[in-house]
Structures are given as structure tokens and as C-alpha cells.
């Protein structure tokens, strides 16, 4: 069986490896990113629809600022997305199962003109489809320089690799690179197509999850870990 790396920061690189030890798969944090709150001010929230939450970060890093705000819907990328805001303290939570453009095409269906992008310092800039989007920089998730010293002796050993973000993607994609590591023995298993096209090409699969969740992403990845190495039979890029 294929080792597992699981490069998304903390505290959700532990949670997956927990949850892939459950199904029988090996796997190891290796975080790219170290996530740190950064002070914001609250705009009124008499002036905003909606709040969107493209990353639990924002729930989990958002500290006082969001207490003012706790009254307001949240549009939330991601089961665990949606899950870290109702632990912040929202009621009003509206899951999206793909991506922030469709949730946001979603928003403006049901009437919301005016949102809140709680973000980090890299993101995204999603269009509101007939709205205005304001946005407030609330984490910032800093990038390591180097492959964690934990990830190369799984990468050795023909890894998996779990991809959560683009940036997360791309990153690993330069880090490989940079150390001489051949991509062609390694595959990866993305949450999404974006996720999928930041990786780039070369690897021995890339493989994406059904839906942005980590239930779908940990069971393409097992099916990964279960085969040979080098892609086994079903190697090479599926981006459907």
C-alpha cells in the first residue's frame, strides 16, 4: 500500500490523518502552511446581506471581530467549512457543495447583493454576480521554504499525496521541483478541478475527489494508496 501525505495546515492535517488511520491508510501531517489570525475591524453588518466563508481559517481565526457579525447567513465553501462557522458561534449556516463561484451564484439567486468575504491574505477574488463584495483580510496562512523533514520518506516510498487548496497544490508542485524529486512516482489526489490544475502535470495521477469534502477526498485517495506504484492501472490525469 501507498503511503498517504497530508499537506493542509493544522489543526485539519491532524483530523484527516485521523480519519485516514481509520480506513486503514498510512498517512502523515506534512503542513505547507502555518495559519495566523490577523486584526480586522468589523464593517456594520446593517450593511451586508451575508458573510462568505471560502475557508474554516476564517471561522477558526477570526476572533472578536465575528461576534458582531454572529446574526448574519454565512455562505461556506465545504462541509468543514461550514461545520468551523457553527462552532464560531453562526446559526445561519448555507453549505456549498463545490466551489465559492457556484455558492455565489447561489447567494444571488436567493437575493444577496451585498456580501462579506472573510479571507485570508491569499485568496481568491470571487465575483458577486449583480452584487458588491467587500472584504476583510482575517488570517494569514504563511508558507514553509522547504518539504517538511516528515515528508520524504513517504515521497520515497511512491506517496499519495493530499491536495486541499491550490496554493497548497502549486506549492508542493515547486517544492518537489526545487529538491529534484520526480514527479512521475508520485500521484496526487485533489479536491477539486481547480485544485486538480495547480498541480501542474508529470505526476504519476492526478485524481479528484467527487466533492469538496474530505470524505470524497480520503476515498479517492484510497483507492490510490491501494495501487501500484507509479499510477498503477488507473495512472494519468482525470480533471472530470
Given amino acids: 500500500m501507498r503511503p498517504l501525505l497530508v499537506l493542509r495546515p493544522q489543526p485539519g492535517a491532524d483530523a484527516t490523518v485521523a480519519r485516514a488511520a481509520a480506513m486503514g491508510l498510512h498517512a502523515i501531517a506534512a503542513p505547507l502552511f502555518s495559519v495566523v489570525p490577523l486584526a480586522w475591524r468589523s464593517p456594520d453588518p446593517a450593511g451586508i446581506d451575508a458573510i462568505l466563508m471560502t475557508s474554516a481559517n476564517a ?74 463584495m467587500e472584504r476583510r483580510i482575517v488570517y494569514a496562512a504563511d508558507a514553509v521554504g522547504d518539504l517538511p523533514a516528515e515528508a520524504g520518506e513517504l515521497l520515497a516510498r511512491d506517496a499519495v499525496v493530499l491536495c486541499h487548496s491550490p496554493r497548497a497544490a502549486s506549492l508542493f508542485g515547486r517544492l518537489i521541483d526545487k529538491d529534484g524529486l520526480p514527479r512521475a512516482r508520485i500521484a496526487i489526489a485533489a ?50
Fill in 59 to 132: 471561522a477558526r481565526h477570526g476572533g472578536q471581530g465575528l461576534r458582531t457579525l454572529a446574526a448574519l447567513p454565512v455562505l461556506a465553501v465545504g462541509a468543514a467549512t461550514a461545520a468551523a462557522a457553527r462552532a464560531a458561534g453562526f446559526s445561519d449556516v448555507i453549505e456549498g457543495d463545490r466551489d465559492g463561484t457556484a455558492l455565489l451564484k447561489r447567494a444571488a439567486d436567493q437575493g444577496f447583493t451585498r456580501l462579506l468575504h472573510l479571507a485570508g491574505r491569499d485568496h481568491m477574488d470571487l465575483p458577486l454576480p449583480g452584487g458588491s
Fill in 191 to 240: 479536491l477539486s478541478e481547480a485544485v486538480g490544475q495547480a498541480a501542474g502535470s508529470g505526476w504519476a495521477a492526478v485524481k479528484l475527489a467527487s466533492a469538496p469534502n474530505d470524505d470524497a477526498l480520503l476515498e479517492i485517495a484510497a483507492r490510490l494508496c491501494n495501487q501500484s506504484g507509479s499510477g498503477g492501472a488507473e495512472g494519468g490525469e482525470d480533471r472530470r
